[in-house]
Structure formats: C-alpha cells, structure tokens
C-alpha cells in the first residue's frame, strides 16, 4: 500500500488548485442538467476541455486532450473539482455512456463524428433501451427496423427516455432479424432525434416534474451506416454502455459529497433547541451512513487501483450500483427526517437550481429511488452479482424443464 | 499510489494460510475449544516459526519490524481460520504498548522476549477501552492493587500488561502470588475472557510514553484494527462456505442458490462484505501512515465491520438451513467468534460515539 503522491501528482493538484482559484468563479453552478446546457455550462466545458480537466483521456483527434490513461490523475482532478463544489464539466447520458461505448466499439468514423461535438456539450444524447413491455428483460426489445432502400425504417416506442425532450440523438436498441433469437437479433443504432416519425410525450413521475418521456418511433428512416458494430451485435454494444452506467450509478465521490451536505445540514439545523448531530439517534444514523461511505470511498480506489494495473475486478465492480444507490437513498432519507415538519414543503420550480432547500431533499429522496430502479433495478443487480460475479446458477426460464414442472 | 497489498504482504498471507490448513482441521479446533485456554502450543510455536509472534517489534529488539497493514493481513487469515492464539494481546497491543510508555532499557529487556514468543502477553485496561463492568486498579510504589474485567488473551499468558488511568502502564508477571486471574469461557471458546484480582502484586512501572493518553489510544485503536480484521476474516469464510453450500445443496430439483431469494442474499452479503475490505486495508494504513485520521478509521473499521459481521454470520447460518444450527458443521465456532470481537474493545454503538466525538459532533 502506497498512497502518497509522487511529485507529479501533487503538482498536479497544485495545478488543478490554481485552476480552480483562477476560473472557479466562472463554473456554473452543479447539479443542473434537467435543460440543455446553457451558455455558461458550455463556455465552461471549453475551458476544461483546453486545460485537460474533461475528456483528458480522449485523443486529440475526437476533441480530447489525448493523455494516457492514468487514474490516479483523474482522481485527482475529480476530487479537486468536487471539494471546491465547482462544476467538474457537463454530465449526460452521452458523455458517460456513448463515448465510452464508440471508443470501445465504434468505427473510427463514428468516433470522428460525434465524440467531438457530445463532449463539447453540444450534442446531447438519450438513450433508447427500455420499452414498457421489456424494462428489466432488456433482450426482449420488440421496436424493430428493417432495411429498405439503404435505410433502417424503424417502429416501435421507448419508454424512460431521459432528456429526449431536448435532445438531438438518441442511441437506440431495437430488433433487426427477428429469427436470429432474443438476444442475436439485435441492433444498435444511432438515430437523430429531428428524424420524421418522432414523437416525444413526457411522463410524469413521482417529482411531480416530467424527467423521463416516452418516445413513438413510427417509419423512421435513418441511413444504414448509422449501426454501431454489426447488424446482430446490438445487445453486445448494449452491454458495454451498461457497464459504463452501473460504475456512474454508485459514485463514491458523490456518496461523499452527500455526505457532507447531510453533515452540514445535521450541524445547522436544531430540534427542541438542540443542534440534531447531537441527538443521540441522529448521530448514530449519521455515523453509521460515514461508516458506509468510508467504505464505498475505499472500495472504489482500490478499484480505480485495480484498473491502474490492469486487473479484473469481477464481483468488486458489479456491486457498486447496488451498493451506491441503496446508500445515496438512506443519505437523502436521513436528511429528509432531519428536516422533520420544515422539511415537507414541496414546491418545484422549473429548474433543480432554482429549488429551496426543502424541495431538493424531497426531490433528490425520490429520484434516489429512481436512481434504484434505472439502469438494471436492484433485483437485477443481485442476479448480476449471484450470477456473474459469484458464478451462481441462473433461475430456470420459462421454457426449461424444471420449471415447466413447477 | 497503490491501493492494495503488497508483493510481501500477499506472501505472508498465502503462506500463513497454508499453514493454518494444514494445521487447523475442524477436530483440531473443538479440541483446542475444549481445553478453553484459547491457546494452542503447536500453533503457537508455528506462528513463531513463521516470524509472525515478533513482526510488530522493531529489528533491534529481535522483530521484524512491520506494520499495521501486515498485522491486519494476518487478522484476516487468523480470522477466517478461527485460530485460537492470543494475537491480539501479546502480538498486537503489549510491544505496541511497551514501545510507547516502556524505557529503551525496558523495551530491550521485554521485547525480544515477546518476540521470540517465550513471554506471552495479556492485556487490560482500567479505561477507554470501552469495556463494561467495574475496574480499578492502583499502584502503591510498585504495587498493583485492584480488579479488571474484560482481559483479553489471559488463558496461557506468563504476563499482564496493564494501561493504568494515570497515564502509566504496569508490567506484571502473571503468576506473581499477588495475582489472582479467573479465566471465564466465553462464548467464543477459541478465546476466552478473564477477570484478574491483583492484591499488591509486584510491578514493572512503565511511564516513559511522552503522551500516554495518546499512546493508549493508539494501542487500543490498533487492537481494534485488528478486531475488525479478525471479524472480516471469519466473515469471509462463513460467507465463502454458504456460497459453496448454496451451489451444491439441492432442492426442488434445484441448487437452492438458483432461487432469487438465495442468490439475492447472497448477492447482498457480497454487497456489505467486499467493500469491508478496502476499509480494513485503509484503517490499518492510517495507523503507521496517517496519524491524523488514524482515530476516525479504527473505530468506523471496528463499528463497520462489526454491523456486517453480525449480518453476515447470521445470514449464512440461515443458508445452510437447519445444518447451519448444528454443531457438525462447526460454522457456530465463527458465528461466535464475529459476535465476540464485537464486544472487545467496544461495541459499534460506542466505536461510533467514540468518532463522533473525535470529529467534534458531540458536546463533550
């Protein structure tokens, strides 16, 4: 165990200190992303892009900064930006998931195309899996193309898509040979969301605010080189952005952050006069959750060390999801209570920025619950961890014997 | 940066482990339950072999010198083999303890002693340690006077190493006729719990720590690193076993760890177990590397690992159904070795009042 920083990498941080010193001012405030980035965000996200603080690691000739990989400088960077509560750089779907996913599988002319313009904030990009006859069966997608005349004609209707109502792509699941099996019949497209034959309609949620949507596909034609991978390669693509989304989901610097916040909120606000950290029950429920998040914290550098030397993580990586989310929600709870009557007042405004402090606990509660369900729900993850991770056998399907007799 | 074991400390563990297995079958440890000592010479004499009994104490007192981090790596491996030696005490605390409040010439007397395994160390703590019961203890000259409960590694121990409130720490021989110990099985019968009555017993005075409440919180802090490792250990086998069991135990035509309920149990015991580890390996780093956050990561490791431990030993011995209840199994010997390093050196509840306290969260 080593973890003192050679000089590199505490010149860098002086670096990243300065920075943040110098331009922190100019940051737009974290936690939006519910709108298109504004002019702020992305003035913002150039300047990142310039000193190497975002998409350090792409190569130059897709827009990034064209470093090798090495996580300990991108730890560094994030815990730098996240201690200073200054925005670290827009965070969206297509950012997290899709450019990962083409630099790991697409074409070079895919990755030329649109990494570029998606990092700059200026594409943005939802995701087209869920339908709502298949949410956790993600195989069972039944929208479906065919091709005609050099084009994919696509019909079908997603559902939970996020940010459709804004925006300009969507990456897309869908059936394109329905003979070649559940699983060996899939496509992965990329579609524009001006296309003719899309219709977005927002769904409304718990928040009482309309996060998600769903997306009616009818006849839309898009040109057929518009396929990550191969016709038939759909759900290995699929598969390669949902392992980017479970380590997003569950992010032990978030846990942190939270954590802090729900620190702060403990010292200032009382119950019968008496600051609520010094409750008794309180306390322990706080200490209990520091406990927990020291643990995810520790847990991901040793990942983040794993992946430096090129190790398998195996089961390590497959419970960050289960494990950051059931924490994020019991951190959002803890805080909801502490807040007690004060706490129930619930009135959103258009934007999350614009919320009091009372309607961000209420919402963030919720959308922690979302967070539980979205991107495999828990009980999917448990089967990922029984049965990739700890080699468990699979529950019989409905086709096998053994279940027939049950 | 490196966030792992190293080389060396991979060894160490690899070859204690091979050593364990060969030594410690199951008959072997209801035997050594049976004689309720928590000692076991052979083992004993092993651990020695291997370096281990000395590897805290530095080079020139006759040790290896090592760190923390090596301690918790061979707590984890004790752990899971639920090994009956007194580690905690004679390995961990007393050259720790003797290093802070001992004289050079003391240290150069004692510990090559306890390096070479031939004294064996129990401790016990007036205060601070989170124990329950009544305890006092004085020195009148260098006599020791007074009653401690709660001692650990008393069963074969040739000396008691006591942290007194006054900011000294008193050295006794263990069969001194001024000493009275009473050695109680505990539930865990890998390692008993003992009272000591002390009626003017003769003492080695040590009061040479330059801060000995700090040196008193360090060795406590240490011991429960090394509690939580311990626990991890145990915790580790018992959910290794049960995720063995669950694939070869069948029913209804099926292994019963295909059924969601058992593979979702399973799933979250993983869940809470995995990232226990990482906390462990940095608690115990903190300990030689990161004095100002030492405190806070000991008693989270302690309180943390504890919760998952008591889950974890619960939730397996249900797996195994009703075997798991039995005695043949012997699953029981690591149930109870999780719930007793729960209690030692406080509970989770006062670990976690303890870093609040340290953090400021609680009005003195």
């Given at each position: 165990m080593d973890l003192s920083y050679g000089p590199r990498y505490l010149a860098l941080r002086e670096e990243v200190r300065d920075f943040i010193k110098q331009y922190g001012d100019q940051s737009p405030r974290t936690g939006g992303g519910r709108k298109r980035p504004d002019k702020r965000a992305l003035d913002w996200q150039r300047l990142l892009l310039q000193r190497g603080?975002?998409?350090?690691?792409?190569p130059k000739e897709y827009g990034g900064f064209g470093l090798p990989l090495d996580v300990m400088e991108l730890a560094i960077i994030a815990d730098e930006f996240s201690t200073a509560g200054v925005s670290a750089g827009i965070m969206n779907q297509g950012i997290s998931m899709l450019v990962p996913t083409l630099l790991e599988v697409g074409s070079r002319e895919q990755c030329a195309k649109w990494i570029g313009p998606t990092i700059r904030g200026e594409v943005i990009w939802c995701q087209g899996y869920s339908e709502p006859g298949s949410g956790s069966d993600l195989a069972a997608v039944k929208t479906h193309a065919y091709v005609d005349d050099g084009r994919f004609v696509i019909n079908g209707q997603k559902i939970w898509t996020s940010s459709a109502h804004f925006a300009d792509m969507m990456f897309l699941l869908c059936r394109t040979d329905a003979d070649k099996g559940k699983h060996g019949g899939l496509s992965y497209l990329l579609i524009p969301m001006s296309a003719e034959g899309i219709e977005v309609r927002p769904l409304i949620t718990m928040t009482g605010r309309a996060e998600f949507n769903e997306t009616f596909l009818t006849n839309v034609r898009v040109p057929i080189d518009q396929i990550v991978m191969q016709r038939g390669d759909g759900w290995h693509v699929a598969n390669v952005t949902l392992k980017y989304e479970r380590l997003l989901l569950g992010d032990p610097n978030k846990l942190a952050h939270r954590l802090a916040r729900v620190i702060e909120l403990m010292r200032r606000t009382s119950l019968i006069g008496v600051p609520t950290i010094e409750i008794p029950e309180y306390r322990d429920r706080l200490l209990k959750l520091q406990g927990e998040v020291l643990a995810s914290k520790f847990h991901g550098l040793r990942l983040l060390s794993e992946q430096s030397r090129d190790e398998e993580s195996g089961v390590r990586r497959l419970i960050v999801k289960l494990n950051g989310t059931m924490i994020a929600y019991r951190l959002s709870s803890l805080a909801v209570d502490v807040l007690g009557a004060a706490g129930l007042s619930y009135e959103p405004k258009g934007e999350a920025l614009e919320d009091d402090e009372a309607t961000t606990w209420q919402i963030d509660n919720m959308y922690d619950i979302g967070l539980i369900i979205g991107g495999g729900s828990s009980n999917i993850q448990r089967n990922i961890i029984g049965e990739r991770g700890l080699g468990l056998p699979r529950?019989?399907?409905?086709?096998?014997k053994s279940a027939q007799k049950v | 940066m490196e966030f792992g074991l190293s080389n060396e400390q991979q060894l160490l563990e690899s070859s204690l482990r091979r050593f364990l297995e060969g030594e410690l079958s199951i008959e072997r440890l209801r035997k050594v339950a049976g004689i309720?000592?928590?000692?076991?010479a052979a083992l004993w004499e092993g651990l020695v072999g291997q370096g281990i009994v000395g590897f805290l104490v530095p080079e020139h007192f006759g040790g290896t010198g090592l760190a923390l981090l090596d301690a918790a790596v061979v707590a984890e491996s004790l752990g899971y083999h639920v090994t009956p030696l007194p580690f905690l005490a004679s390995v961990v605390m007393a050259p720790l303890t003797l290093m802070s409040f001992g004289s050079e010439a003391q240290q150069a007397e004692w510990l090559p002693k306890i390096a070479s395994g031939e004294v064996k160390m129990s401790m016990a703590f007036?205060?601070?340690?989170?124990q329950t019961g009544c305890n006092s203890a004085w020195l009148k000259g260098n006599m020791l006077s007074g009653h401690l409960t709660?001692?650990?590694?008393?069963?074969?121990?040739s000396h008691v190493l006591v942290l007194l409130t006054d900011g000294r720490a008193a050295l006794v021989d263990a069969h001194d006729t001024g000493v009275t110990v009473d050695v109680h099985a505990s539930i865990d019968r890998t390692r008993p719990i003992s009272s000591y009555a002390f009626s003017g017993a003769k003492a080695i005075i040590l009061?040479?720590?330059?801060?000995a409440h700090e040196a008193a919180t360090r060795v406590i802090d240490a011991g429960r690193l090394v509690l939580a490792a311990d626990t991890l250990g145990a915790a580790q086998f018992m959910f290794d076993r049960a995720l063995d069991y669950s694939k070869e135990r069948v029913q209804f035509d099926r292994a019963i760890g295909s059924f969601q309920a058992v593979k979702h149990t399973i799933a979250d015991l993983a869940t809470m177990l995995e990232p226990c580890r990482a906390l462990v390996w940095y608690a115990a780093y903190a300990q030689d590397a990161l004095p100002e956050e030492a405190r806070i990561m000991a008693l989270h490791a302690k309180a943390h690992v504890s919760e998952v431990g008591r889950e974890v030993a619960r939730l397996t011995t249900e797996l195994h159904g009703g075997m798991g209840f039995t005695d043949l199994l012997g699953l029981h010997y690591w149930f109870k070795r999780i719930a007793f390093d729960r209690q030692i050196l406080g509970a989770p509840e006062y670990c976690r009042r303890e870093a609040a306290k340290v953090q400021g969260w609680l009005v003195a």
């Amino acid at each position: 165990m080593d973890l003192s920083y050679g000089p590199r990498y505490l010149a860098l941080r002086e670096e990243v200190r300065d920075f943040i010193k110098q331009y922190g001012d100019q940051s737009p405030r974290t936690g939006g992303g519910r709108k298109r980035p504004d002019k702020r965000a992305l003035d913002w996200q150039r300047l990142l892009l310039q000193r190497g603080y975002f998409a350090r690691t792409i190569p130059k000739e897709y827009g990034g900064f064209g470093l090798p990989l090495d996580v300990m400088e991108l730890a560094i960077i994030a815990d730098e930006f996240s201690t200073a509560g200054v925005s670290a750089g827009i965070m969206n779907q297509g950012i997290s998931m899709l450019v990962p996913t083409l630099l790991e599988v697409g074409s070079r002319e895919q990755c030329a195309k649109w990494i570029g313009p998606t990092i700059r904030g200026e594409v943005i990009w939802c995701q087209g899996y869920s339908e709502p006859g298949s949410g956790s069966d993600l195989a069972a997608v039944k929208t479906h193309a065919y091709v005609d005349d050099g084009r994919f004609v696509i019909n079908g209707q997603k559902i939970w898509t996020s940010s459709a109502h804004f925006a300009d792509m969507m990456f897309l699941l869908c059936r394109t040979d329905a003979d070649k099996g559940k699983h060996g019949g899939l496509s992965y497209l990329l579609i524009p969301m001006s296309a003719e034959g899309i219709e977005v309609r927002p769904l409304i949620t718990m928040t009482g605010r309309a996060e998600f949507n769903e997306t009616f596909l009818t006849n839309v034609r898009v040109p057929i080189d518009q396929i990550v991978m191969q016709r038939g390669d759909g759900w290995h693509v699929a598969n390669v952005t949902l392992k980017y989304e479970r380590l997003l989901l569950g992010d032990p610097n978030k846990l942190a952050h939270r954590l802090a916040r729900v620190i702060e909120l403990m010292r200032r606000t009382s119950l019968i006069g008496v600051p609520t950290i010094e409750i008794p029950e309180y306390r322990d429920r706080l200490l209990k959750l520091q406990g927990e998040v020291l643990a995810s914290k520790f847990h991901g550098l040793r990942l983040l060390s794993e992946q430096s030397r090129d190790e398998e993580s195996g089961v390590r990586r497959l419970i960050v999801k289960l494990n950051g989310t059931m924490i994020a929600y019991r951190l959002s709870s803890l805080a909801v209570d502490v807040l007690g009557a004060a706490g129930l007042s619930y009135e959103p405004k258009g934007e999350a920025l614009e919320d009091d402090e009372a309607t961000t606990w209420q919402i963030d509660n919720m959308y922690d619950i979302g967070l539980i369900i979205g991107g495999g729900s828990s009980n999917i993850q448990r089967n990922i961890i029984g049965e990739r991770g700890l080699g468990l056998p699979r529950e019989p399907t409905a086709n096998t014997k053994s279940a027939q007799k049950v | 940066m490196e966030f792992g074991l190293s080389n060396e400390q991979q060894l160490l563990e690899s070859s204690l482990r091979r050593f364990l297995e060969g030594e410690l079958s199951i008959e072997r440890l209801r035997k050594v339950a049976g004689i309720g000592t928590g000692f076991d010479a052979a083992l004993w004499e092993g651990l020695v072999g291997q370096g281990i009994v000395g590897f805290l104490v530095p080079e020139h007192f006759g040790g290896t010198g090592l760190a923390l981090l090596d301690a918790a790596v061979v707590a984890e491996s004790l752990g899971y083999h639920v090994t009956p030696l007194p580690f905690l005490a004679s390995v961990v605390m007393a050259p720790l303890t003797l290093m802070s409040f001992g004289s050079e010439a003391q240290q150069a007397e004692w510990l090559p002693k306890i390096a070479s395994g031939e004294v064996k160390m129990s401790m016990a703590f007036v205060d601070g340690a989170g124990q329950t019961g009544c305890n006092s203890a004085w020195l009148k000259g260098n006599m020791l006077s007074g009653h401690l409960t709660g001692v650990l590694d008393a069963g074969a121990a040739s000396h008691v190493l006591v942290l007194l409130t006054d900011g000294r720490a008193a050295l006794v021989d263990a069969h001194d006729t001024g000493v009275t110990v009473d050695v109680h099985a505990s539930i865990d019968r890998t390692r008993p719990i003992s009272s000591y009555a002390f009626s003017g017993a003769k003492a080695i005075i040590l009061d040479a720590a330059a801060d000995a409440h700090e040196a008193a919180t360090r060795v406590i802090d240490a011991g429960r690193l090394v509690l939580a490792a311990d626990t991890l250990g145990a915790a580790q086998f018992m959910f290794d076993r049960a995720l063995d069991y669950s694939k070869e135990r069948v029913q209804f035509d099926r292994a019963i760890g295909s059924f969601q309920a058992v593979k979702h149990t399973i799933a979250d015991l993983a869940t809470m177990l995995e990232p226990c580890r990482a906390l462990v390996w940095y608690a115990a780093y903190a300990q030689d590397a990161l004095p100002e956050e030492a405190r806070i990561m000991a008693l989270h490791a302690k309180a943390h690992v504890s919760e998952v431990g008591r889950e974890v030993a619960r939730l397996t011995t249900e797996l195994h159904g009703g075997m798991g209840f039995t005695d043949l199994l012997g699953l029981h010997y690591w149930f109870k070795r999780i719930a007793f390093d729960r209690q030692i050196l406080g509970a989770p509840e006062y670990c976690r009042r303890e870093a609040a306290k340290v953090q400021g969260w609680l009005v003195a």
